[in-house]
């Protein structure tokens, strides 16, 4: 009984640490890119670009673990490569 309860707090945080780091990520790259099409000097497209693949790679890690399902993945994938395109 304590191992499964162990197991299942261990799965909680793994997905609690996924969720979080994609917020935090899709909160950071969304101000970079406003502060981008405000011309501000300290942003560059390098930054957005790295910050895209960020967190294409923590969608495909959660897909890969079972936390998101393939095709909301593929959704928030386009819809950010969209924003970055539409600049």
């Not at 707090?9 to 101000?31: D, E, H, P, R």
């Not at 300290?42 to 960020?54: A, M």
């Amino acid at each position: 009984m304590k191992k499964s309860v162990l197991v299942s707090n261990k799965k909680k945080l793994n997905n609690y640490y996924y969720f979080k780091t994609i917020k935090i990520l899709q909160k950071k790259f969304n101000s970079l890119l406003k502060n981008y099409k405000e011309k501000k000097p300290n942003v560059s497209k390098s930054h957005l670009i790295t910050y895209l693949t960020l967190l294409y790679s923590f969608f495909d890690r959660s897909v890969k673990k079972n936390l998101l399902k393939k095709n909301k993945s593929a959704k928030k994938k386009a819809f950010f490569s969209k924003k970055l395109k539409t600049i």
